[in-house]
């Protein structure tokens, strides 16, 4: 591999206007095309054959005016008078109004007397003619007084002391996306107005969600810090510009991509920041390692061509593989065959693929553009870190090289210490109650759950299907019997029939909880109702579901939770025969994939403490998302092995070159800590600016990624990974002869190129066959 990216690097760096006009060209191209075929992204958190989703399929089958949970244009607006006041009270009706005929006015609400406009009218009048119709028709149907009354009370627009109401409708649109800002601002528009005139007034609901991916001011401030810090790596403005400008180049390739894959697939609003928040990173990152190396090779040779080849027969080498990680990472989450987790995942890696192109290829024809002002604009005097020189990064390895056990030890206690509050990782999936307090979609949530109790925010919803049932006649009096079942579980607030079908052949019965949807109890409820459904379908006959959105995004959230150890397994097997092919031993690998495992048990454990605990006061305690961790994962373990790639590489090409093996450790130091620290420091920039976001998933992620590639570049890579190379010795290079034989010999390393101050690599391998090529510069220690 290195004699191919050699011969690539210095093509690029010769023709250089092909390679920048081919790009340029593919920028505007898809660009255009993107633009042209986009459409809304949208969250749908929903998977295949998990039970609610099969509830749902049969309440559509019995109901098929019933629509997908997730795409349901609701809005709903929560009112309240001031403390010690009525909504029937003169002055605030009057507020309630003109606050109905504001909403009235909103494009896109539905035309007056449909069902979507049923209850917007003011909760008072609401709750009363509700209230008559409810006991008028127990009355025939012989339903206890009381019961009635508890029925009426459970669907309530307005709470028991009259303050505080809702009003709900659904938006005349085809799709929840079709919902346009101006309409969303419009309702805003007549909240403030009824704050005006006295009233609390909050909205939330699927209609009232944005679809705009977020993003913009987090991606500058990311590079403003990665461009200080490659000033410092590098001492010049010119230099530290390369790599944000192939890296910025890159994130707009590959942002336009996943714009344009709305076209074909439904994405999340997430996707698109995910996409840039990697591509940026790691575009950045390996186009440092590549220039790095450039400017490191042309203290060997006059001949900027040679050294950009050489530059990519080494350090691009490792960007291959470093990438490959990072893309199987992602890929592989399609494994787990989570719809909305699979894009998520493909899209990010295709954005990484583009930054692997972008770096090998881009990279070296600017430099070849540049020419001799690739390092001006000096802004410091430059520090050699070549030859025998003793720099920071040796000074650090010697020092754990005193007492390599001791440092092992005192790692692994810290990164297990970190990832002890993990056992109380507590998921769930975003909604209005887990929002921002600053949010109106939570102030909605939180008004509702004082004025009706927070299960009134998480239904269930139970089908019953009574086609089995033989005597028509008797199906009422089945149904029945399924509420009393219902109403008799644990966590249960109230249950009722909301609904028949025309023929009477199926029934929807609502289900309020005492807890809230996040609660563990409503958790505990749901699987209640399903571990005991078979009786009660023996005793009617009759076959019950539990659908809604609860129970679905419960399931999504055990379906992810099962997945975990199912994708790490995968993962780190992948991961794990890539590194051997790539450092030719099986100990290297090995103590990677643990550094590993340990790095990402102390992120999630960090990421527990800060968001679901609220340790530091900086975010409120709230659960963690669902697919947060599994996408931590997925995404740590590929920077994390890009930095063991690019640090241990150094050390191999050390050794295979004839130095012992604690010499290959203090030169891998001696030429990689530098850049593996300014490259971590990045991405902690870049990741870390995502927490200034609104989003709590944005924020918790960015967070998680800045906090793993911490504690992995720092304390594994740059302390725990020495100290056990210190102990294993030549042990660490060891690799079985028959799998040395099976492995292939991608050469990393650029043994074939000879080291620096050899012949010429375009020399050595100009027209000669790869047997005369080995003969000619030997493959080097391989024991």
Same mark, same amino acid.
């Given at each position: 591999?290195?004699?191919?990216?050699?011969?690539?690097?210095?093509?690029?760096?010769?023709?250089?206007?092909?390679?920048?006009?081919?790009?340029?060209?593919?920028?505007?191209?898809?660009?255009?095309?993107?633009?042209?075929?986009?459409?809304?992204?949208?969250?749908?958190?929903?998977?295949?054959?998990?039970?609610?989703?099969?509830?749902?399929?049969?309440?559509?089958?019995?109901?098929?005016?019933?629509?997908?949970? /997730? @795409?349901? *244009? !609701?809005? $709903?607006? +929560?009112?309240? #008078?001031?403390?010690?006041?009525? %909504?029937?009270?003169?002055?605030? =009706?009057?507020?309630?109004?003109?606050?109905?005929?504001?909403?009235?006015?909103?494009?896109?609400?539905?035309?007056?007397?449909?069902?979507?406009?049923?209850?917007?009218?003011?909760?008072?009048?609401?709750?009363?003619?509700?209230?008559?119709?409810?006991?008028?028709?127990?009355?025939?149907?012989?339903?206890?007084?009381?019961?009635?009354?508890?029925?009426?009370?459970?669907?309530?627009?307005?709470?028991?002391?009259?303050?505080?109401?809702?009003?709900?409708?659904? /938006? @005349?649109? *085809? !799709?929840? $996306?079709? +919902?346009?800002? #101006?309409?969303?601002?419009?309702? %805003?528009?007549?909240?403030?107005? =009824?704050?005006?005139?006295?009233?609390?007034?909050?909205?939330?609901?699927?209609?009232?969600?944005?679809?705009?991916?977020?993003?913009?001011?987090?991606?500058?401030?990311?590079?403003?810090?990665?461009?200080?810090?490659?000033?410092?790596?590098?001492?010049?403005?010119?230099?530290?510009?390369?790599?944000?400008?192939?890296?910025?180049?890159?994130?707009?390739?590959?942002?336009?991509?996943?714009?344009?894959?709305?076209?074909?697939?439904?994405?999340?609003?997430?996707?698109?920041?995910? *996409? !840039?928040?990697?591509?940026?990173?790691?575009?950045?990152?390996?186009?440092?390692?590549?220039?790095?190396?450039?400017?490191?090779?042309?203290?060997?040779?006059?001949?900027?061509?040679?050294?950009?080849?050489?530059?990519?027969?080494?350090?691009?080498?490792?960007?291959?593989?470093?990438?490959?990680?990072?893309?199987?990472?992602?890929?592989?989450?399609?494994?787990?065959?989570?719809?909305?987790?699979?894009?998520?995942?493909?899209?990010?890696?295709?954005?990484?693929?583009?930054?692997?192109?972008?770096?090998?290829?881009?990279?070296?024809?600017?430099?070849?553009?540049?020419?001799?002002?690739?390092? *001006?604009?000096?802004?410091?005097?430059?520090?050699?870190?070549?030859?025998?020189?003793?720099?920071?990064?040796?000074?650090?390895?010697?020092?754990?090289?005193?007492?390599?056990?001791?440092?092992?030890?005192?790692?692994?206690?810290?990164?297990?210490?970190?990832?002890?509050?993990?056992?109380?990782?507590?998921?769930?999936?975003?909604?209005?109650?887990?929002?921002?307090?600053?949010?109106?979609?939570?102030?909605?949530?939180?008004?509702?759950?004082?004025?009706?109790?927070?299960?009134?925010?998480?239904?269930?919803?139970?089908?019953?299907?009574?086609?089995?049932?033989?005597?028509?006649?008797?199906?009422?009096?089945?149904?029945?019997?399924?509420?009393?079942?219902?109403?008799?579980?644990?966590?249960?607030?109230?249950?009722?029939?909301?609904?028949?079908?025309?023929?009477?052949?199926?029934?929807?019965?609502?289900?309020?909880?005492?807890?809230?949807?996040?609660?563990?109890?409503?958790?505990?409820?749901?699987?209640?109702?399903?571990?005991?459904?078979?009786?009660?379908?023996?005793?009617?006959?009759?076959?019950?579901?539990?659908?809604?959105?609860?129970?679905?995004?419960?399931?999504?959230?055990?379906?992810?939770?099962?997945?975990?150890?199912?994708?790490?397994?995968?993962?780190?097997?992948?991961?794990?025969?890539?590194?051997?092919?790539?450092?030719?031993?099986?100990?290297?690998?090995?103590?990677?994939?643990?550094?590993?495992?340990?790095?990402?048990?102390?992120?999630?454990?960090?990421?527990?403490?800060?968001?679901?605990?609220?340790?530091?006061?900086?975010?409120?305690?709230?659960?963690?998302?669902?697919?947060?961790?599994?996408?931590?994962?997925?995404?740590?373990?590929?920077?994390?092995?890009?930095?063991?790639?690019?640090?241990?590489?150094?050390?191999?090409?050390?050794?295979?070159?004839?130095?012992?093996?604690?010499?290959?450790?203090?030169?891998?130091?001696?030429?990689?800590?530098?850049?593996?620290?300014?490259?971590?420091?990045?991405?902690?920039?870049?990741?870390?600016?995502?927490?200034?976001?609104?989003?709590?998933?944005?924020?918790?992620?960015?967070?998680?990624?800045?906090?793993?590639?911490?504690?992995?570049?720092?304390?594994?890579?740059?302390?725990?990974?020495?100290?056990?190379?210190?102990?294993?010795?030549?042990?660490?290079?060891?690799?079985?002869?028959?799998?040395?034989?099976?492995?292939?010999?991608?050469?990393?390393?650029?043994?074939?190129?000879?080291?620096?101050?050899?012949?010429?690599?375009?020399?050595?391998?100009?027209?000669?066959?790869?047997?005369?090529?080995?003969?000619?510069?030997?493959?080097?220690?391989?024991?």
């Amino acid at each position: 591999m290195a004699t191919y990216l050699y011969r690539l690097g210095r093509t690029a760096y010769r023709r250089w206007p092909y390679f920048i006009a081919a790009w340029l060209v593919a920028l505007v191209a898809i660009g255009g095309v993107a633009t042209t075929i986009s459409k809304p992204m949208i969250d749908k958190f929903s998977i295949p054959g998990i039970p609610s989703e099969q509830a749902q399929q049969l309440q559509q089958e019995l109901f098929p005016q019933t629509g997908d949970a /997730f @795409d349901q *244009a !609701t809005a $709903t607006v +929560v009112v309240a #008078a001031p403390e010690g006041q009525k %909504l029937s009270d003169p002055t605030n =009706a009057a507020a309630v109004d003109a606050l109905i005929a504001d909403l009235r006015a909103v494009p896109q609400m539905p035309a007056e007397g449909t069902p979507g406009v049923a209850q917007l009218v003011s909760p008072v009048a609401a709750a009363a003619g509700q209230r008559e119709q409810m006991l008028a028709a127990a009355a025939k149907q012989g339903t206890p007084a009381a019961q009635a009354e508890a029925n009426a009370a459970a669907l309530s627009p307005l709470s028991a002391d009259g303050r505080i109401g809702t009003m709900s409708w659904t /938006f @005349d649109v *085809a !799709t929840i $996306t079709d +919902v346009e800002p #101006a309409t969303q601002d419009a309702v %805003l528009a007549a909240l403030d107005t =009824a704050r005006e005139k006295g009233l609390t007034a909050e909205v939330n609901g699927a209609g009232m969600q944005s679809f705009a991916p977020p993003g913009g001011t987090s991606e500058l401030i990311g590079i403003a810090i990665a461009a200080l810090v490659l000033i410092l790596t590098f001492g010049s403005l010119v230099a530290a510009g390369l790599p944000l400008i192939t890296a910025v180049i890159g994130v707009g390739i590959g942002s336009l991509l996943v714009v344009g894959a709305t076209a074909f697939w439904d994405l999340g609003t997430m996707t698109p920041t995910l *996409a !840039t928040m990697l591509g940026l990173a790691v575009g950045i990152d390996y186009a440092l390692f590549i220039l790095s190396r450039y400017r490191s090779e042309l203290r060997h040779t006059d001949d900027r061509a040679e050294a950009a080849g050489r530059a990519l027969g080494t350090a691009g080498s490792a960007v291959v593989f470093a990438g490959l990680t990072v893309i199987i990472a992602l890929s592989a989450l399609s494994l787990v065959q989570i719809p909305f987790l699979t894009t998520m995942g493909l899209a990010a890696a295709v954005t990484v693929f583009i930054a692997v192109l972008i770096a090998l290829t881009l990279t070296p024809a600017i430099l070849g553009l540049l020419k001799g002002k690739a390092f *001006a604009g000096r802004a410091r005097k430059e520090k050699s870190d070549e030859g025998e020189v003793v720099n920071n990064g040796v000074r650090w390895a010697r020092l754990i090289g005193r007492a390599p056990a001791v440092v092992a030890v005192l790692a692994i206690v810290v990164l297990g210490a970190l990832a002890i509050p993990m056992k109380d990782m507590h998921l769930a999936l975003p909604s209005d109650s887990t929002s921002p307090v600053e949010t109106t979609q939570r102030k909605a949530a939180d008004l509702m759950t004082e004025a009706f109790g927070a299960g009134r925010q998480g239904p269930l919803v139970l089908v019953v299907d009574g086609r089995e049932v033989s005597d028509p006649a008797a199906r009422p009096a089945a149904y029945g019997e399924v509420v009393q079942w219902a109403a008799g579980q644990g966590d249960v607030a109230n249950a009722q029939i909301v609904g028949m079908n025309e023929n009477g052949t199926g029934a929807q019965i609502l289900i309020t909880p005492q807890s809230g949807p996040d609660d563990e109890a409503t958790l505990t409820l749901l699987e209640d109702l399903r571990s005991t459904s078979a009786d009660i379908e023996a005793r009617t006959g009759t076959t019950v579901g539990v659908t809604g959105l609860t129970a679905i995004q419960t399931d999504v959230s055990e379906k992810l939770q099962s997945a975990l150890l199912p994708y790490l397994a995968v993962v780190v097997g992948l991961a794990f025969v890539l590194l051997m092919i790539v450092f030719r031993s099986i100990l290297v690998p090995l103590t990677a994939t643990l550094g590993f495992l340990l790095s990402v048990l102390a992120t999630l454990g960090a990421t527990v403490l800060v968001f679901q605990e609220g340790v530091g006061g900086f975010f409120d305690g709230a659960p963690l998302m669902s697919f947060m961790p599994i996408l931590v994962i997925g995404i740590v373990f590929g920077l994390a092995m890009d930095y063991q790639v690019f640090l241990v590489t150094r050390m191999r090409e050390a050794f295979v070159h004839g130095d012992s093996a604690r010499d290959a450790v203090l030169d891998g130091f001696r030429h990689g800590a530098r850049v593996v620290a300014a490259a971590a420091a990045i991405m902690i920039s870049v990741f870390a600016a995502f927490m200034l976001q609104d989003e709590p998933l944005i924020q918790s992620i960015g967070f998680a990624l800045a906090a793993a590639v911490f504690f992995d570049a720092v304390i594994v890579r740059m302390t725990l990974i020495p100290a056990l190379m210190y102990l294993m010795g030549d042990k660490a290079w060891w690799l079985p002869r028959w799998l040395d034989r099976i492995l292939p010999d991608v050469d990393v390393e650029g043994e074939k190129l000879g080291r620096p101050g050899q012949t010429p690599a375009s020399e050595t391998f100009g027209g000669i066959d790869e047997p005369a090529e080995r003969e000619l510069v030997g493959a080097g220690r391989t024991d």
